[in-house]
């Protein structure tokens, strides 16, 4: 079943399971009927029904969730705890694209029974596994540069609005690299580096974002040093949320005389009333994963590189981020919970060979890494850049 099925992205992850031959039947909710049809129309299979819905009718979502296997949660992060709930009531499996589960929720699915995968996309999700895929051919990995650029409008949807306010607000408290075995939180845009990506997009400064591979990815590989998360956005946005940013729009603190509103809330409002739905051009949404490890005494840089074709247009970030997602709730519906109850991270329950070849068995993504090797005089250059 996918929740926010007719969604930016819901709607690509739904397109590529229709076509999954693993999948028996495909159950779409939305609470949008006109796009909810068309997409049902459009994918015009046996095996595939929508139904509209809306989350608030909790009752109609659990008469959904009677006979579903797995639950993928493509509504907005920010209505997770619902979504979330709604999952250990029916001891369904889960999934979604990014969320932050509490200590509670993680102990609740664990009770529950089910295997919940908090983080299916691109980043995180693919980028999880491709650093599992490199620490099994490595003999260690000590660092991990997670890194993307999304060229892309503000609000071309509910979703992506919730999520770019979310990477880049200054009080959010989850935004956070890791360094020598400690947790280090970062203001909105600090640690510029500048990342080369495939043309056309080159060289770019990425900055700190709050994805959870900086929090999972070490509990798993301990002989990490480093590991971060940095994004970009078009150069025109990220002025636009400092100037936000400076002026406390983006705080998480309640105004006075709102109903408990905070000024991200009203800002958030404000914005997609003026700018809800508009898309620009170029857009799209490159992915990089580099890694420092070592293997058979050498010190040795992996990068991977994620990109689409650039016809995609304002499609990109949606469907990008739709297909790896679709993968992992792909291999996810079809694995099912084994021995791993609760929440697992992607880099922990994917088998990542079995992962990258469902992803180029979809020929729609092109997914390519290079090894360099390293002398242990740039590494150390790189790390004491005053030296």
């Known amino acids: 079943m996918v929740l926010g099925a007719a969604g930016e992205v819901g709607a690509w992850i739904s397109r590529d399971l229709a076509e999954c031959a693993d999948i028996g039947s495909l159950l779409l909710l939305d609470v949008d009927k006109k796009r909810l049809d068309a997409l049902v129309e459009e994918l015009h299979g046996g095996h595939v029904e929508g139904r509209v819905v809306d989350l608030a009718d909790r009752a109609a979502v659990l008469d959904a969730l009677s006979d579903a296997d797995l639950l993928m949660n493509c509504t907005s992060l920010t209505l997770f705890d619902k979504v979330i709930d709604l999952a250990l009531a029916a001891g369904v499996n889960y999934a979604d694209l990014i969320s932050e589960p509490t200590e509670a929720q993680r102990r609740a699915a664990a009770e529950a029974g089910i295997t919940a995968v908090s983080g299916l996309g691109s980043s995180p999700g693919l980028s999880n596994v491709l650093v599992s895929h490199a620490h099994r051919e490595f003999t260690t990995v000590e660092e991990v540069h997670i890194q993307g650029v999304t060229w892309r409008a503000i609000a071309p949807s509910p979703g992506l609005l919730d999520t770019v306010l979310w990477e880049l607000a200054d009080d959010t408290a989850t935004r956070q690299y890791f360094q020598n075995g400690r947790y280090h939180w970062a203001a909105s845009m600090d640690g510029s580096r500048v990342a080369e990506f495939p043309e056309p997009v080159g060289k770019q400064h990425v900055y ?132 791993r109850r609760g929440f697992v991270d992607p880099e922990v329950y994917y088998d990542p060979a079995e992962f990258i070849a469902q992803l180029q068995k979809r020929g729609t993504l092109e997914l390519t890494w290079s090894d360099t090797e390293v002398s242990v005089e740039a590494v150390e250059r790189e790390a004491n850049p005053a030296r």
């Open 208 to 339: 700190f974002v709050s994805h959870t591979e900086p929090r999972t990815l070490p509990k798993h590989f301990p002989e990490l040093k480093f590991c971060a998360m940095r994004v970009t956005w078009p150069v025109e946005l990220m002025n636009d949320i400092r100037v936000l940013n400076k002026y406390g729009l983006l705080d998480s603190v309640e105004l006075p005389g709102m109903g408990g509103a905070t000024a991200i809330d009203a800002t958030r409002a404000r914005i997609w009333q003026k700018w809800g739905g508009i898309r620009t051009d170029p857009c799209l949404l490159f992915t990089q994963v580099e890694i420092l490890g070592t293997q058979d005494g050498r010190t040795v840089r992996r990068i991977y590189n994620l990109t689409h074709s650039l016809e995609w247009g304002d499609t990109a970030t949606g469907r990008q981020t739709g297909i790896c997602a679709a993968v992992g709730a792909q291999l996810l519906a079809k694995h099912g919970s084994g021995p």
